[in-house]
Every structure is written in C-alpha cells, then in structure tokens.
Nanobody, 120 residues
Framework: QVQLVESGGGLVQAGGSLRLSCAAS????????MGWYRQAPGKQRDRVATITSGGITQYADGVKGRFTISRDNAKNTVYLQMNSLKPEDTAVYYC??????????????WGQGTQVTVSS
C-alpha cells in the first residue's frame, strides 16, 4: 500500500504564490521520478513539472520561470513552488510518483489532487 498526501492548494489572486506539497509513504523501496500534473475543467491532464531522484527537472513551457519543483528524498516529499500565478493556472493539481516497491516491482501512483484557483 502507498499513500500520497497532497496539501497547499487554495484560492489566490493573480500574481500571488502557492506552495504544493506531496508526501509519499507506505511500501516504497525507492522513488524514481516525482511530478506534478494539472487538469482544468473540460481539459486533459497535463504534465507541469517532474524531478528525478538525481534532481533533474523538466517543466512545461507555460510554467518555466514561474514554478519550481523540488524534493526532499529523506522525507519522500515533492514540492511545487508556484509564483506569479495566472488565472490560466487554475486547475486540480495532481502529484504522481514512479516508485520501486519493497518487492522490487515498479509502479506509478497518483495523489487525490488539490484545487488551485487563481482569481483575476
């Protein structure tokens, strides 16, 4: 069993900031890639940012320079610092991990999602 606990979403005015957190626990041997995705109403779920176990990051074009992904391997936690937020950033944000279980199987797991709403 794996659990992902997301926090940090909410309502913010355009230009403001939010920090999302996602803590993983359970039957995890190691976590490979951690990432954040988002899904706006009526749209597909899109990748926002990912970070590998070695700290290599990738960002969607629309968030480069505004969002920063980081992770604390000791805490199995990934963060998303979101600055200069725009109304188009409004979406449900999902955490995803790619992990190796204690039985050495490799799996993906999604969090439950946290709402981010940016008002104009």
């Amino acid at each position: 069993q794996v659990q992902l606990v997301e926090s940090g979403g909410g309502l913010v005015q355009a230009g403001g900031s939010l920090r999302l957190s996602c803590a993983a626990s359970g039957s995890i041997f190691s976590i490979n890639t951690m990432g954040w995705y988002r899904q706006a109403p009526g749209k597909q779920r899109d990748r926002v940012a990912t970070i590998t176990s070695g700290g290599i990051t990738q960002y969607a074009d629309g968030v480069k320079g505004r969002f920063t992904i980081s992770r604390d391997n000791a805490k199995n936690t990934v963060y998303l610092q979101m600055n200069s937020l725009k109304p188009e950033d409004t979406a449900v944000y999902y955490c995803k991990i790619e992990y190796t279980s204690r039985m050495l199987g490799r799996y993906d797991y999604w969090g439950q999602g946290t709402q981010v709403t940016v008002s104009s």
